[in-house]
């Protein structure tokens, strides 16, 4: 019987034999990511019978074409039947594989109550909420073989969590991570990279692919793409972002102002953030900080990555930043949204019963905020305006990564984590900075300060030159 598929060596291969639950297997372009997961289906398929169940999802179904012509390569030569009105293959067992989109929470929800052996994701980093691919966790079954499969590349709105789910936890892949739930049961996920050098197939029929990968974009995208470097960052909104923000902490003077700022969120990640100003020059271990420097010394992230469903309410909120504030707060500024009153008392207002934090409406302008803070990063004399303590890790692990908005591109985009950011911003605009001006020129107001050419263009013009 002549061979329709096989897996490459290498992480295709480890791809196939990975009995881990979740995995996400991807990296650079090229990586043969999408062949080698529908590889993997076929033989299941072949093992399961009629227990076999898969959904291939991506977020638009015309993002699936070039998937669904490569299945039909495989499993039309398998004999399955593909109905095409319904994206749909049959198994000669009884089995079945759909191809679906998967945009928002509520596609998932059209599974709920189906028994799927196997959910693919195919470009995981086109969601920029997690959310809808959790969801799915509750459809699979199937005695112990059930699996959650997701490929991607760096890059796009997704990489936050994929980097935090996946690629931090072991940068180099192929560890098991095992999750502990709440009933003491375990779930395991691994990280399985791929890079198109590990693609012979496409290389030996497209000898100059890599080189074409060089002429993506910018340093960044080449790097993302073709080493796949999560680390790298394609059109960072705050590319003035820098290492050199982020310092060890200090125990900040008591006369120096404080400044709370506060960005609302129950569903979605609420922030909160307390900040110093330096009323002079400080020098300490992070060598010399300005006067009027501002650096956040403590953050209150309430929720973040695939906990995004845990609700808060705003007297627990309320309680929770005053449990962690200690010190006099000289001004507290918050999302003016948290002061509209719909048929009830506001949620500043149920903050203010609770816990007596009195919050005052925050300067909400997005463009004027974003270039104060830019403006506090880049700073002047080669030292920056804005600090922040190395234990405030959602900001380190969110602002960096923030996008441009595709279609306002001085704007941020809104579909990136961007809770911390817009708190930032609130903070920032309480204390307004304005980079020094360039001195002007000194006039010449003697002859002393006058070239020998100054005083021949200032002579009378009359005359005959000697």
């Not at 005083?455 to 005959?464: I, V, Y």
Request: hydrophobic share 35%; net charge positive.
């Amino acid at each position: 019987m002549a061979i329709v598929w096989r897996p490459q060596a290498g992480p295709q291969k480890s791809l196939i034999d990975c009995p881990v639950y979740e995995i996400f297997y991807g990296g650079a372009r090229g990586g043969g990511k999408t062949d080698g997961v529908l590889g993997k289906m076929a033989l299941k398929a072949n093992r399961l019978g009629a227990k076999f169940n898969c959904v291939f999802f991506r977020h638009e179904i015309p993002m699936l074409d070039d998937a669904i012509a490569r299945s039909q390569q495989i499993y039309g030569a398998l004999g399955w039947q593909w109905q095409d009105q319904k994206k749909t293959w049959t198994t000669p067992y009884g089995g079945r594989l759909r191809f679906r989109p998967l945009e928002r929470t509520r596609d998932a929800e059209k599974y709920q109550g189906q028994n799927l052996s196997d959910v693919c994701i195919e470009e995981a980093g086109n969601y920029p909420d997690p959310a809808p691919i959790m969801r799915l966790h509750a459809v699979i079954r199937g005695s112990g073989e059930g699996q959650m499969h997701l490929t991607g590349n760096p890059g796009g709105p997704g990489q936050l969590w994929i980097k935090d789910r996946y690629i931090d936890p072991c940068p180099a892949g192929n560890r098991v991570i095992t999750d502990i739930l709440p009933d003491g049961s375990e779930k395991k996920r691994v990280f399985i990279p791929a890079k198109v050098r590990d693609n012979k197939i496409l290389l030996a029929n497209d000898p100059g692919y890599i080189s074409s990968l060089y002429l993506v974009g910018s340093e960044q995208l080449v790097k993302a793409w073709l080493n796949g470097d999560w680390s790298a960052i394609e059109g960072a909104y705050f590319d003035c972002w820098s290492s050199d923000l982020v310092i060890r902490p200090f125990e900040i003077p008591g006369h120096w102002t404080r400044i709370m700022s506060f960005d609302w969120g129950s569903a979605r990640p609420f922030s909160v953030g307390w900040w110093a100003v330096a009323s002079e020059d400080y020098i300490g271990e992070n060598g010399r900080i300005p006067k009027n420097a501002m650096i956040r010394y403590r953050e209150w992230y309430g929720a973040s990555g695939p906990n995004v469903g845990l609700k808060m309410t705003a007297e627990d909120v309320a309680i929770g930043i005053k449990d962690r504030t200690r010190e006099k707060m000289h001004r507290s500024v918050a999302d003016p949204a948290i002061f509209a009153e719909d048929g009830g008392p506001s949620i500043a207002e149920r903050m203010r019963k609770a816990a007596k934090i009195n919050f005052y409406p925050a300067d909400n302008k997005r463009i004027p905020g974003w270039d104060q803070m830019r403006a506090r990063m880049q700073g002047e004399d080669d030292r920056p305006m804005v600090y922040l303590f190395n234990t405030c890790a959602d900001s380190i692990r969110t602002i960096p990564a923030l996008q441009h908005d595709e279609i306002k591109p001085e704007d941020l985009d809104t579909d990136g984590e961007d809770h911390a950011a817009d708190e930032w911003r609130y903070g920032l605009m309480a204390r307004p900075y304005a980079r020094p001006k360039p001195p002007k020129e000194r006039p010449i107001n003697s002859v002393h300060d006058m070239t020998l050419n100054d005083l021949w263009s200032k002579a009378p013009k009359k005359g005959k030159r000697i």
